[in-house]
């Protein structure tokens, strides 16, 4: 899909359609109607207005059809935004995938749209958000489907600058957002594209060859641990939970440092990269089990995340750990009871071989601490408990790098992946005492998505935060530009962190 700026007006841009977002308010449909001048566009919407059909509701879009001698464009989309004093860029973000949607359906192969303005920002943080709608909203998983009739997809988008439409910022402004949203989204599409990936084709070395993928598309350093390493450097949380499949497990190590100083502390996300989780021995009931084909999210958000950072020559230095595995029951398998000693001396009896995140993500939290890191955010598909706490609307944190929560909550309200915190109180350890080791890990009935937590903590020793995508990572329903399935969720909060740790 190509972007770009156009100096001209809705009757000469030649594209398939034009969209106009709507305010719910009837002075700025009547402006609207104005723009239209003496067409037959400007009857149409007139009598969308006068019946009451339209009024700029967010759930309306109207396809106006203009005369051939009025206009170069096939249709005009009226899109609404809802009430005037709830727009925000999230508005424009569900408004502008609306429109794309609209436009794709209809056939069109090119849109051109209006910024509409939006109070306290700028028209650059307006094209951005658009930008987002745009991509995020048309993006569909559907490589495995058996075309009829060939695809028509939305190639081209023209922002047009007609008079002030560009909402005060310059075009060089404008076209700098566009590209980096498009970059940003990208990465945000490559992991849905992971995490919807089936898991006949999706093993823990699929997750490193993307990985790899990265890598040698940036000239990024990464380092590959199979069997024989993972042994070697004590990683017994990922060989245990890995010891039932017939597939091989893998660490991986991705570093991307674009800092001025290539010492300056990173940091260091850390990504669960279950490929499939059945629950192991402690086997998961069937219901539902096929999503934990995305059990893999937290790995795919780092991978983009690593993408997104280096395509855009983030001055930070960032560091990916992924610990891939696959938890499936066989006569290999490890079992409820067995005992595992990590790295750092910390012994962990197994209580439940369905709580297999957080054992291979405390050997990837042992390896982080070697990169002295200014801060360790870790990324898992964790726990049912969050879902049955935040729903699928927010991300669960936990932590202790109380500064780094606070950009993360920023971050969340900006792109709309918001985090919401859960308390880790030292009460809360007692849930995790084992009798026969350190600790156990599970937690009994309460507080599960805090117990996980408990239990990642013991292998930090450096600020960190946690959080739990379980419910954010996959969607049950398709809304505006949140598809059904993957969500690539956390690439664009994590992206803007980093932004703006690039800029602090
Ligand atoms: N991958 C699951 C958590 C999950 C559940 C993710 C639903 C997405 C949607 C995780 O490995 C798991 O099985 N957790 C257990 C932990 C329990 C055994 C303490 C859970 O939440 O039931
Ligand atoms: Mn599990
Ligand atoms: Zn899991």
């Known amino acids: 899909m190509k972007f770009s700026i156009q100096k001209t007006d809705w009757k000469r841009v030649r594209t398939t359609a034009v969209a106009f977002f709507q305010p719910e308010d009837r002075r700025a449909l009547q402006a609207t109607i104005k723009h239209f ?10 009598a969308l207005l006068a019946t009451g059909d339209m009024a700029g509701k967010a759930e309306e879009t109207f396809v106006i059809y203009p005369r051939k001698s009025e206009a170069a ?30 436009a794709e359906g209809t056939k069109s192969r090119s849109l ?56 005060g910022s310059s075009a060089e402004e404008v076209n700098a957002a566009i590209a980096e949203a498009e970059t940003v989204c990208n990465a945000v599409i490559f992991a849905r594209e992971m995490e919807n990936e089936p898991s006949n084709n999706k093993y823990p070395e699929t997750l490193a060859n993307w990985a790899k ?36 497990a893998r660490f991986v190590a991705l570093e991307y440092l674009g800092a001025p100083k290539k010492d300056a502390a990173p940091i260091v996300l850390v990504g669960k990269g279950i490929t499939f989780d059945t629950g192991g021995i402690s086997l998961k009931p069937g219901a539902g089990m096929a999503d934990m084909k ?16 280096s395509d855009l020559k983030l001055p930070v230095n960032v560091i990916g750990l992924i610990s891939c595995a696959e938890n499936m029951p066989s006569g290999s398998a490890t079992r409820p009871g067995d005992v595992i000693t990590y790295a750092n001396g910390l012994s962990v009896e197994i209580d ?29 598909t964790l726990t049912g408990a969050c879902v049955v706490a935040l729903g699928h609307v927010t991300t669960g944190m936990m932590g202790n790098d109380t500064s780094m929560m606070e950009r993360l909550k920023r971050s969340g309200d900006s792109t709309y992946e918001r985090v919401c915190e859960l308390p880790i109180y030292d009460e809360y350890d007692e849930l995790i005492k084992s009798d026969v080791a350190d600790i156990k890990n599970v937690g009994g009935r309460w507080a599960g998505a805090i117990t996980a937590a408990m239990f990642l903590k013991r292998f930090t020793d450096y600020p960190w935060i946690h959080l739990d995508i379980a419910g954010t990572a996959r969607s049950e329903s398709a809304s505006d530009y949140i598809p059904k399935g993957g969500t690539g969720v956390a690439v664009r909060l994590l992206t803007h962190m980093l932004k703006e740790e690039a800029n602090a």
């Open 112 to 167: 051109a749209i209006y910024l509409p303005e939006i109070k306290g920002h700028s028209g650059a943080e307006v094209a951005y958000a658009a930008v987002e709608g745009i991509k995020l909203g048309l993006y569909k998983y559907d490589k495995f489907f058996k075309r009829e009739e060939p695809k028509v997809s939305l190639e081209n988008v023209t922002v047009l600058e007609d008079g002030t439409s560009l909402a």
């Open 294 to 309: 995305s059990d893999m999210s937290g790995a795919a958000t780092v991978i983009a995340t690593l993408k997104a950072a």
């Open 352 to 380: 439940n071989t369905d709580a297999e995140g957080r054992l291979v993500l405390a050997d990837a939290l042992i390896w982080a601490s070697r990169y002295k890191p200014k801060s360790v955010i870790d990324l898992a």
């Open 213 to 248: 993928q990265v890598a040698s598309e940036n000239g990024l350093k990464i380092t590959v641990f199979g069997p024989k390493e993972l042994l070697a450097n004590k990683m017994v949380g990922i060989i245990s939970v890995n010891q039932g499949s017939v597939k091989e």
């Open 37 to 46: 001048g003496r067409t037959s566009v400007a009857t149409a919407a007139e």
């Open 73 to 102: 464009a096939k249709r005009i989309l009226l899109v609404g935004m809802g009430k005037k004093d709830k727009l925000s860029l999230e508005i424009v973000r569900r408004a502008a995938s609306r429109a794309a949607k609209k």
